[in-house]
């Protein structure tokens, strides 16, 4: 069995800052890792995802994140939010063998401030 | 259309009721899943389904939950006996058997009042 843990549940952040959304995970097995986005009224959209090979993976909207084993991380990052980056923010896991049977974090609320 | 859709995009419903929550995945995506979101937490795994079967249903939280997907597309997911503790958002996602993208749809709110 996997879990996963954002440590923050809020992050507010101004305008042009940089932010970084953490996340740890625990699993006896190879896992890939994920992050998605909800905006207000939407559905969940995959911002980036690591399979295997290079640990800094970038996503959309100029997102990146870096996987670390030995800490057993995957931390979110943006140089430079907008307003429009308001949202929560999910990291998931999954084994390698279940698809996307995703075990998700309990979400960080993102708040950019003008 | 496009994405996944889900209906009703908003349902309430009396304790102890019957509810019916619909899923049509995008078209193509042999795997189907269920989650529910309370209110405050991420998602749930509830119920994985490749084609027609439930290849993973270790997520319903009991047997008042029951979901089916008759002809590998469209999905309904089942709640007999409705409890106030069910009140969440409920959440389909579809992808390609072989693909680690799933596409979410804006899920079923449902209140149990």
């Known amino acids: 069995a996997q879990s996963v843990t954002q440590l923050d549940s809020q992050v507010p952040v101004f305008e042009e800052a940089p932010v970084e959304l953490r996340c740890n995970y625990s699993s006896s097995v190879s896992v890939y890792l994920f992050w998605y986005v909800q905006y207000p009224n939407q559905g969940l959209q995959l911002l980036l995802k690591?399979?295997?090979?290079?640990?800094l993976v970038k996503g959309i909207n100029g997102f990146e994140a870096e996987f670390n084993k030995s800490q057993t991380s995957f931390h979110l990052r943006k140089p430079s939010v907008h307003i429009s980056d308001t949202a929560e923010y999910f990291c998931a896991v999954t084994e390698e063998a279940a698809g996307n049977k995703l075990t998700f974090g309990g979400g960080t609320r993102v708040l950019v401030k003008p | 259309g496009a994405g996944v859709s889900q209906t009703p995009s908003n349902k309430v419903t009396e304790k102890g009721k019957y509810v019916e929550l619909r899923c049509d995945p995008i078209s193509g995506h042999t795997a189907l899943y269920w989650y529910r979101q309370s209110l405050g937490q991420g998602p749930e795994f509830l119920i994985y389904?490749?084609?027609?079967?439930?290849?993973?249903d270790s997520g319903l939280p009991n047997d008042r939950f029951f979901a089916v997907r008759p002809e590998g597309s469209v999905s309904t997911l089942k709640i007999q006996r409705t409890e106030r503790g069910d009140s969440a958002v409920y959440l389909c996602?579809?992808?390609?058997?072989?693909?680690?993208?799933?596409?979410f749809g804006q899920g079923t709110r449902l209140t149990v009042v």
């Open positions: 389904f490749q084609g027609t079967g439930a290849a993973d």
């Open positions: 690591y399979l295997s090979g290079s640990t």
């Open positions: 996602a579809s992808s390609f058997l072989s693909s680690t993208e799933a596409f």
